[in-house]
Every structure is written in structure tokens, then in C-alpha cells.
């Protein structure tokens, strides 16, 4: 089976939309930021550098430093696709990043997105 065509795009493709969705519901660069670094482990100023490269969302996900454990209690649709029945490990990570964008731009706590006792 043909890899997926989003592994080789740059997610500094992806990410200004992940900015300007959660922006255009008064949320901020910041936030998103956070969301990342708590998702997959990466410091603001590797996530700067990931950026800068260009590095495809394939390497991104795969080379994450520290993948949050508490990420597997990330559930629920999108895409119409249920998060935690995606078997493909790397679409399980875009759907998590994606989940909690959605989560982000509707207004949720950040400390529920992060999913914090």
C-alpha cells in the first residue's frame, strides 16, 4: 500500500492552518505551541528548527523526542474517523494534533486539552 501523501509534506505547511484555525477562534500561537510540545516532547526551540527544515509530518511524528504518554487519552471523531481506532501509528498523531486543536478552538481549558488531573 502507497504511503499517505500528507507523510511528505512539511509540517511547516501545516502548521500556520493549525495557527490560524485556533487564531480565528481567539486562541493563540501560543496555545498551539504548547499543545505540540506537550504532544510530542519537542522544545520551542526544536520546534523552531523542525520548522525551519522543513521536515516532513512523517519525520516529525516519528523522530518526536518524548511523545507524551497521556496522549493516549485523546479519544473522539475527526475527520469522522474515531482517534482511538486508528491503527496507523503516524495518523493516530495527526488525528491526536488535530483532536486537540479542535479542542482548542472550541474553547476548551487548556488544561483539559493537556489533559491534566
Known amino acids: 500500500m502507497a504511503e499517505h501523501r500528507i507523510y511528505r509534506m512539511s509540517f511547516a505547511r501545516v502548521y500556520p492552518l493549525l495557527v490560524a484555525k485556533a487564531e480565528k477562534k481567539g486562541r493563540t500561537k501560543r496555545e498551539v505551541d ?66 486537540l486543536i479542535d479542542e482548542l478552538a472550541r474553547g476548551k481549558s487548556m488544561e483539559k486539552i493537556l489533559r491534566k488531573p
Open 34 to 99: 504548547e499543545i505540540i510540545r506537550w504532544l510530542t516532547g519537542y522544545s520551542q526551540k526544536e520546534l523552531g528548527s523542525v520548522l525551519k527544515n522543513e521536515t516532513n509530518i512523517k519525520t516529525f511524528f516519528g523522530e518526536a523526542p518524548h511523545p507524551n504518554p497521556a496522549r493516549k487519552l485523546i479519544t473522539g471523531v475527526v475527520c469522522g474517523i474515531r482517534v482511538e481506532d486508528i491503527k496507523e501509528k503516524t495518523m493516530r498523531e495527526i488525528r491526536y494534533l488535530d483532536k
